[in-house]
């Protein structure tokens, strides 16, 4: 009797854990890797002349699907997912690089404030939301689809917003045939930053 009854609570007791450490694992992959943050040099507006010169933005925690099985063994295997608090730091690194704001927040993210602390300051005008409809790679190649949204915090009607895919494909190379893994992630990243490219393109045109 007393045999069964440790079998049971293991069962309820690990499985939990395990799927706590898998996610864990997910969402700590929030490094943001350098070819992933846009560096908009010529954007319709300055931070001189532009509509948001004197207005923060804040960028709102990322939504994306629940990591599957095989995003979990990738990170485990050293070629991490996008996560939601990775892309969404590169949203602000991009946004900060695009100078079209006077300033740009990280909005808290309950779910990941133990792996990245954001900084909390408030007063933000607009609020930008994203969300990640579609992350695909494979053969060198990568496509991306993000929704975004932004904010009038003062109103809450939304000033602009517009789902964009984008993609990239990794050039054919040694260094590819022998690591394949790691050009899809390359190229996943640069498919990413295209995206914000995008966004910030957008966003910069807005009058």
């Not at 009038?152 to 050039?171: E, F, I, K, R, V």
């Amino acid at each position: 009797m007393g045999e069964r009854l440790t079998t049971d609570v293991s069962r309820v007791v690990v499985w939990p854990s395990l799927t706590a450490l898998l996610a864990a694992c997910v969402a700590a992959c929030h490094y943001v890797p350098p070819n992933m943050v846009a560096q908009p040099a010529n954007v319709a507006q300055s931070q001189e002349t532009g509509r948001f010169k004197n207005d923060i933005v804040s960028v709102a925690p990322v939504a994306r699907p629940n990591p599957s099985v095989g995003e979990v063994l990738e990170a485990l295997n050293g070629a991490p997912p996008v996560s939601a608090p990775m892309f969404q730091q590169a949203l602000v690194d991009s946004l900060r690089n695009a100078s079209i704001f006077a300033d740009v927040q990280r909005g808290t993210d309950s779910r990941y404030d133990g792996f990245a602390q954001p900084t909390p300051r408030g007063g933000a005008r607009y609020l930008l939301n994203a969300k990640i409809i579609k992350q695909d790679e494979g053969g060198y190649g990568a496509t991306v689809e993000v929704q975004y949204a932004l904010i009038d915090t003062a109103t809450g009607h939304s000033l602009w917003s517009d789902d964009l895919a984008s993609s990239y494909q990794y050039p054919a190379s040694v260094h590819a045939f022998f690591m394949p893994r790691q050009a899809d992630t390359e190229a996943l990243w640069h498919a990413f930053r295209q995206n914000i490219e995008a966004m910030i393109m957008k966003v910069a045109a807005l009058r």
